[in-house]
């Protein structure tokens, strides 16, 4: 089973300049919770019982948040609106924390939790994507797989070829319905992308992927990538990848966070 989870928060959120130069793309309101605290829900939901957020020295509010505020119990208490804590409450699971010095890269930022996965396989889940289902939560999606093949899977979402060039596209092998054997992996391709099959922020991987990760040079921008690691595993390890069911908000993406906080408050999935 699939028990820990790794969330990268520590890059600079250069996508959303300049807001995120004092708040941090995973503090985002979204209704009355930010992005973060949803993602959170969803580890959860889908049996996860470990966090290790990756941070940064600039990430002080994601700490905050999901640390007890003794001033503001103490001041709803006198007021008496406790209540207001517990109308969304913090999720209860335990979390830690590691510092990444550098934003060096999504591949680096996931070697920082080596020691925290141990001999496990584990989960990342990317703070940028919140994919609201229905049904089963994403990550939940990825450990049926994972539980059944026994292999890393990748999660997907097929994607408008004009917005592939922001993800790791594959090209894949059809295994079952909705599943992929994948076959290559391209980060960020600014042409011919080899499907319209793009990662969608849910991984799950085998402690391999730390080798990989270690045995990387950085590339041109002096980042580590995970895709490169994913495809240099690729001749040795069977890497699945999954399409998951529910829709997709890249936070990143300002069209698409605007369309999360318009959705919801048509759907009214926050009646906040």
Avoid: W
């Avoid at 510092?99 to 680096?108: H, S, T, W």
């Avoid at 890497?239 to 009214?268: A, C, S, W």
Wanted: hydrophobic share 40%; aromatic share 8%.
């Amino acid at each position: 089973m699939i028990k820990k989870a790794i969330i990268p928060a520590g890059g600079f959120g250069t996508r959303n300049l300049p807001v995120t130069k004092v708040i941090p793309k995973e503090m985002f309101p979204v209704g009355s919770k930010p992005v973060i605290h949803y993602l959170v829900e969803e580890l959860k939901e889908s049996g996860i019982e470990d966090i290790l957020m990756v941070v940064s020295s600039h990430k002080n509010l994601i700490v905050d948040y999901f640390d007890s505020s003794l001033a503001l119990e103490a001041f709803l208490a006198s007021k008496n609106k406790l209540h207001l804590l517990s109308e969304h409450p913090i999720p209860d699971i335990r979390i830690h924390y590691v510092r990444q010095p550098y934003a060096k890269g999504l591949g680096d930022a996931i070697s920082f939790g080596k020691q925290f996965a141990g001999k496990e396989p584990f989960a990342v889940v990317l703070p940028d994507d919140l994919i609201f289902s229905a049904n089963q939560p994403a990550l939940g999606q990825l450990i049926e797989a994972y539980t059944k093949y026994q292999s890393s899977v990748i999660g997907l979402k097929e994607t408008k070829t004009e917005d592939l060039h922001h993800y790791g596209v594959i090209k894949g092998e059809p295994v079952e319905k909705g599943l992929y054997r994948i076959q290559d992996i391209v980060e960020k391709p600014k042409q011919n992308p080899p499907s319209h099959f793009a990662a969608a922020g849910r991984y799950i991987f085998t402690p391999d992927i730390f080798n990989e990760l270690e045995a990387l040079e950085a590339d041109s921008g002096g980042e580590v990538q995970v895709t490169d690691a994913i495809k240099a595993s690729l001749g040795a390890c069977t890497v699945y990848g999954k399409l998951l069911e529910g829709e997709r908000y890249d936070i990143g993406l300002q069209k698409d966070y605007l369309k999360l906080i318009y959705d919801m408050l048509k759907t009214e999935k926050n009646p906040q």
